[in-house]
């Protein structure tokens, strides 16, 4: 199957700093990629939906201007999470797709972990 | 606004066992429904992936069957191994948007 890297797969950082994780497409160009958010033994839950070179649509309730995504190519899309804070900790993981929107398959990075002290 | 959930939470079953996995969903207009599995602190892998208009897909000793009139679908995994040990999750894809279950922890014992 298609590859995703996702990188760095864990993160320690202090409070107020900002912490960038990219997710890549490594044999596939990805038109769509999703980030989400998982925390302890729950599921993943949808952070924002981006198209390359467009901006990302973010679901109800995530804040915009924290956690900023960038997908400038096909096959890279970058989530920063600005000035973090410990209740930013939690487990962030990317999905690529070749088509557009849900109607294909799609790849999952291998996750990262965020814990901000 | 849909909603995915999956029974049993957990499962635990001797080695060899052949088990069934539930999931419902709400919205029945779907575009495609996706199983996948997580290792504790791992990304997801793909399993399977049946599009709307499928009503089963097959790969190994996995088998997934979608009913969507009625918002089921259901995850057979033959002859279980401890190998086969993680959570399983299904994702119910609408447009732009893909929703998870809560996903059943399998634990297989040798």
């Known amino acids: 199957g298609a590859v995703v890297s996702q990188h760095p797969s864990w993160v320690i950082c202090k409070s107020g700093t900002s912490v960038k994780i990219e997710c890549r497409s490594l044999?596939?160009?990805?038109?769509?990629m999703f980030w989400y958010r998982q925390f302890p033994k729950q599921s993943l839950m949808l952070m924002a939906t981006?198209?390359?070179?467009?901006?990302?649509?973010?679901e109800q309730g995530v804040e915009k201007d924290k956690f900023l995504i960038n997908h400038a190519s096909l096959t890279l899309s970058t989530l920063t999470v600005t000035s973090a804070h410990p209740e930013d900790s939690s487990f962030y993981i990317c999905?690529?797709?070749?088509?557009?929107?849900?109607?294909?398959?799609?790849?999952f990075g291998e996750g990262s972990r965020l814990t901000v002290l | 606004k849909q909603e995915v959930t999956q029974i049993p939470a957990a499962l635990s079953v001797p080695e060899g066992e052949n088990l069934v996995l539930n999931c419902s969903f709400t919205?029945?207009?779907?575009?495609?429904l996706q199983w996948f599995r997580q290792d504790p602190g791992k990304g997801l892998t793909s399993l399977l992936l049946?599009?709307?208009?499928?009503r089963e897909q097959t790969s190994g000793r996995l088998n997934a069957s979608l009913d969507k009139s009625s918002g089921r679908s259901t995850l057979y995994i033959a002859a279980s191994q401890p190998g086969d040990s993680a959570t399983y999750l299904c994702?119910?894809?609408?447009?732009?948007?893909?929703?998870f279950g809560t996903g059943t922890r399998l634990l297989v014992s040798p």
């Open positions: 044999d596939f160009q990805a038109t769509t």
């Open positions: 049946i599009q709307s208009s499928q």
């Open positions: 981006s198209n390359e070179g467009s901006k990302a649509t973010y």
């Open positions: 994702a119910v894809g609408g447009f732009q948007k893909l929703v």
């Open positions: 999905s690529a797709s070749a088509t557009s929107g849900t109607a294909g398959e799609l790849f």
């Open positions: 919205d029945s207009a779907i575009y495609n």
